[in-house]
């Protein structure tokens, strides 16, 4: 293993105010109700006082690792840190020392040994923000923020959908949401999943068979093969893109067009919604195809007010990892 | 120079042998006796205290890497690794760069070995042409060379027409061909058993089915032809029932378990631990039940380690671009004794899988057994040693194992190749 040389100054007086509350969050696997909701409560308590809420990130640097491509989470992620009074660093992939095929395990511990109080990662490869997570501890005391790793987990997605979901239906228990399209490799899925589960929702599961394997059951998916039927049961409706770069081989359906007859929100399809139901979408869109443009842009759709959640809830999730705001002991 | 074994229990499965009490006696590089008077002149008496002296271990797979990658294993390190974990004779696969397609690889790997010690390295020479699956390897000049199985390790065989070939040429050779059975379009893009984990876990999956439509085929193929085919480190229990059908029928077909296969499942891999990550994939508790009862009742004739040593740059990065495989040759007999211990299989049934049984499948019968005017290839064996796995003690070059602080029952106190002592524990057990 590559060891790392650190002078004994360093490692000695480093982040009082983080040594023992400083916390990871990589996926909503591994977080309690409890806890899910502590930061939901505090996400809507900022959202609230937007603009006039404490600075607990003032003098604290967050650093943003993305190897992939992103827009809203990076941005929402940097506005984010921005409105706590974080100084921000941005690493991307494509003008770093990865391009000189330098190891994420590597690149960890460089960042690590410069002390920020968060690193936030997005990776393409599932499991990555916990090797990332690894190699943080074996250097320093920072807090890594998983921003999406591969298929896996986007956990503060899976907050912000939760803080949308709560606007609208109050309490999420006994609720049904319905997640339609690639879930295959839908991080956004998963962590919308988990989450949901774990504050009693019922969460239905649909599209192409290759897409919505049955094992997605083990993790307390109900799949219904019928989209109508999932649609016109659920509370709100969440739909997916497919994620053609995630794919290997032949397409899993024979065209687009075939796909959008099937499984897409078409305005037919939406008009079966319950009449309270609502229309979420992670984004990126792609309009026409799992979405119609009538739909996404319709008098059901929550999607910009998804995005505007964000925010606070990566707020939340930014002061629990430093151990500020109602984490601060 | 003469050793005597003083109080063994000689074990020797394949040739009914259960002697407590015996005494067997070493000369130079033969078995002078197997059964000895106890007080027999001697320079060096080992006191075997009722442990069981075996044929040495026989393995038909492992990766030496060299010539090529000798970052990760040397045939020294690789033979050393061979003879801490009890066995005499191994398989080199031809995962070698160059790979074994030419006599003049077969050359190096004989010199590298002879002076590695008196382990024996037999080479698998590869099935095709650079293993790119297009052409036959010259198999008539690898066989004269010393090669003792043909096969491209791990890469299926893609064209179908091309194994037909292999097996019929090799058939005429006396030599047997082993395949990595894998339908690679439905495996593509997968990094571990596609299950209930690799949902869990957001990685691509292997579907079980993956293999047995490999080993469907290449069943098919060797009936066709009639040839002798060895199946690879099989890992599921449909394929593991197409065999029993096969030989149900009469087919000339073996196959091989790897010990990993037989005692991890699928959720070692939680926590994406790159350790974990194999090829074939660690699959379900139903596969592993089905492996363990294939080996018992004959349907899978051999274990292979399997060892695949992999570097620490390698192995400890992103789980889907970690290099898949374990190094095994130091736990093989851990897992495979440990599962007697469990009473999944008889203690007769745990040595012939690793003596005779594979060196049946090489058709050989100058290795894995006990005979006076033999050589004197030997495992004594204490199978009720407790230890705990710690790679950075392995003899291997590489530390890449799942089992690392596994406890294990039973281990290889002493080898012997051609009579010479290649590994001996020390009293601390290390």
């Known amino acids: ?102 190891s994420l395990w590597d690149t960890g511990r460089t960042l690590a040994a410069m002390e920020p109080a968060v690193i936030v990662c997005r990776h393409p490869s599932a499991g990555a923000t916990d090797l990332l997570a690894r190699a943080v501890e074996s250097v320093g005391p920072s807090a890594v923020v998983n921003a999406g790793d591969g298929a896996h987990e986007h956990p503060t997605q899976a907050l912000l959908d939760a803080l949308t979901l709560t606007d609208r239906l109050d309490s999420l228990e006994g609720r049904t949401v319905a997640i339609i399209g690639d879930i295959a490799h839908s991080r956004v899925a998963r962590s919308n999943l988990f989450l949901l589960r774990k504050l009693g929702a019922r969460v239905l599961l649909g599209g192409p068979r290759s897409l919505v394997p049955a094992w997605l059951e083990t993790l307390g998916g109900e799949i219904g093969r019928d989209v109508d039927t999932l649609i016109a049961e659920a509370d709100a409706v969440m739909m997916l893109r497919v994620q053609f770069e995630r794919l290997s081989g032949p397409p899993p359906f024979p065209s687009l067009g075939d796909y959008t007859r099937t499984y897409g929100l078409t305005v037919e399809r939406a008009a079966r919604m319950k009449p309270h139901a609502f229309v979420m979408h992670p984004g990126p869109m792609n309009r026409g195809i799992e979405i119609a443009p009538e739909v996404a842009d319709g008098p059901t759709s929550v999607v910009a007010h998804q995005v505007r959640n964000g925010i606070a809830a990566r707020m939340a999730v930014l002061e629990r990892s430093v151990g500020a705001g109602p984490w601060a002991s | 120079m003469r050793t005597l074994f003083r109080n063994v229990r000689l074990f020797d499965p394949g040739a009914g042998v259960d002697g ?43 990766h030496l890497c060299e010539p090529g990658r000798t970052d990760r294993e040397t045939v020294a390190t690789g033979v050393a690794s061979a003879a801490r974990g009890g066995f005499t004779t191994v398989v080199a696969m031809p995962t070698t760069d160059p790979t074994i397609d030419r006599v003049e690889v ?51 065989v893609p064209d179908s027409q091309l194994l037909r070939y292999a097996l019929e040429t090799a058939g005429d050779l006396n030599v047997p061909v082993a395949t990595h059975a894998e339908d690679v379009a439905l495996s593509q893009g997968g990094v571990m058993h596609e299950g209930q984990c690799s949902i869990r876990l957001g990685l691509d999956g292997i579907p079980g089915a993956a293999e047995e439509v490999g080993v469907a085929r290449d069943l098919a193929v060797a009936e066709l032809t009639g040839a002798r085919l060895h199946i690879a480190h099989v890992s599921t229990a449909g394929a593991v029932e197409l065999i029993r059908q096969a030989k149900r029928r009469g087919a000339r077909v073996t196959a091989e378990v790897s010990p990993l296969h037989l005692c991890l499942t699928e959720a070692a891999v939680l926590g994406y631990d790159p350790a974990a990550k194999l090829f074939p994939p660690l699959r379900t508790r139903r596969d592993v039940n089905a492996v363990v009862d294939g080996l018992a009742d004959g349907t899978l004739d051999a274990v292979a380690s399997d060892h695949t040593p992999r570097t620490a740059l390698e192995k400890n990065r992103e789980f889907d671009r970690a290099e898949p495989g374990a190094v095994s040759l130091e736990t ?73 602080g596994a406890e294990m029952r039973g281990r290889a106190r002493l080898t012997m190749a051609r009579g010479r002592v290649t590994h001996e524990m020390n009293h601390d057990g290390s």
């Not at chain 1, 502590?38 to 308590?45: F, G, S, V, W």
């Not at chain 2, 000369?27 to 008077?37: E, G, K, M």
């Not at chain 2, 020479?125 to 043909?150: N, P, W």
């Open chain 1, 1 to 102: 293993m590559v060891s790392l040389a650190m002078p004994a100054a360093v490692g000695g007086g480093r982040h009082p105010r983080l040594a023992a509350a400083s916390r990871h969050l990589l996926g909503i696997e591994q977080l309690d109700p409890v806890e899910i909701r502590r930061l939901l409560d505090r996400a809507r308590q900022i959202r609230n006082q937007l603009g006039e809420h404490a600075r607990s990130l003032s003098r604290l640097s967050v650093v943003t690792l993305f190897y992939e491509a992103s827009t809203r989470t990076r941005a929402s992620f940097e506005l984010a840190a921005q409105k706590l009074g974080a100084s921000i660093v941005t690493v991307a992939s494509s003008s770093s020392s990865v391009t000189k095929g330098e």
């Open chain 2, 20 to 62: 407590p009490g015996r005494h067997v006696l070493v000369l130079d590089d033969r078995i002078a006796s197997l059964d000895a008077p106890p007080d027999a002149a001697a320079e060096r008496v080992v006191e075997g205290a009722g442990a069981l002296l075996c044929p040495g271990l026989v393995d038909l797979r492992c």
């Open chain 2, 106 to 156: 077969v050359e190096t790997i004989k010199t590298r070995a002879a002076e590695a010690g008196a382990t024996r390295v037999l080479p698998a020479g590869a099935m095709s042409e650079g293993r790119q699956g297009e052409r036959l390897a010259e198999m008539a000049k690898l066989r004269d060379a010393g090669c003792v199985l043909f096969t491209d390790a791990d890469l299926p």
């Open chain 2, 332 to 404: 093989t007999l851990g897992v495979v004794l440990t599962l007697v211990a469990r009473r999944e299989l008889t203690l007769e049934r745990a040595v012939h899988v690793l003596t005779r049984a594979p060196a049946k499948v090489l058709g050989r019968n100058d290795i894995g057994r006990l005979t006076e005017g033999g050589h004197a290839d030997l495992v004594l064996i204490d199978p009720e040693a407790e230890w705990t796995v710690q790679p950075q003690a392995f003899g291997s070059r590489s530390t890449n194992t799942p089992l690392a």
